[in-house]
Every structure is written in C-alpha cells, then in structure tokens.
C-alpha cells in the first residue's frame, strides 16, 4: 500500500506540469478563437471592403489556431481533452466578441493585442 501512495506522490508533479501550455499558445487559441466568431457569420450585404477585412480576420484566426492546437497536444492534452477545452474557450470568448459578459469583467486579452498577432 506504501508503494503505491509513493508511487503515486511521485506522479503526481508529473500530472500537474503535463498540461502546462506556454502563455503564447494560450494568447493564439484565445484570439484565433475570437476572430473565428467575429468573422463567422459575415453579413451577406456587407461591402466589398468589410468583407475582405473579415477573410483576413477569419484566416488568421484559422492560422492562430492551427499554431496553437499542436503546443497544447504537445503539452499534455488529449484530443479529447483539447475538444472540451476549445468549446469551454468558444463560450467564454463569445460573451466578450457579443459584449454580454458581465460589466467590469476582465477581457484576457483586447482586440489590439490579437490584431497584432496577424499583423493586422
């Protein structure tokens, strides 16, 4: 029984650092993630120019994402894991990019610091 709780002790640092994600990959899921929202429904009648904006948006958001899903499987997480994690990430953010979140809530990160992760 001792060796087991020992073994177990010994586990246990290993379990806890194995989904530790580096603060930009963290930065990239969050902010790909809220360009993917903002830029998932484009309205049909919009102009030419919203329209091209919104492309770039939605591409690097895509690109954000996709540099980020690797480091966080890297990390630790499951498939499954990472899943759950994006739409728990996807609900969150959807309450900044819609402005329903509650009045005084800290925002992870502003637009301006995502933008600049793009170029934009």
């Keep these: 029984m001792l060796r087991v709780l020992a073994l177990a002790a010994m586990l246990l ?3 806890a650092t194995a989904q530790e994600v580096p603060t930009e990959a963290v930065m ?3 902010c790909g993630t809220a360009f993917d ?3 998932r429904d484009a309205a049909a009648d919009a102009s030419l120019e919203k329209l091209a ?3 770039l ?3 690097g958001g895509q690109r954000l994402i996709q540099r980020a899903i690797p480091i966080y499987l890297e990390s630790g997480y499951s498939d499954a894991a ?3 994690l994006r739409a728990e990430l ?3 953010v959807a309450r900044v990019v819609n402005g329903s979140g509650r009045a005084g809530e800290d925002v992870a990160y502003s637009f301006q610091d995502c933008s ?3 170029g934009q």
């Design 28 to 30: 990239d899921l969050w």
């Design 82 to 84: 990472l899943a759950e």
């Design 13 to 15: 640092p290993v379990a």
């Design 90 to 92: 996807e609900s969150e």
């Design 37 to 39: 929202l903002m830029t």
């Design 53 to 55: 904006s919104a492309r």
């Design 57 to 59: 948006y939605a591409e």
């Design 116 to 118: 600049a992760l793009i």
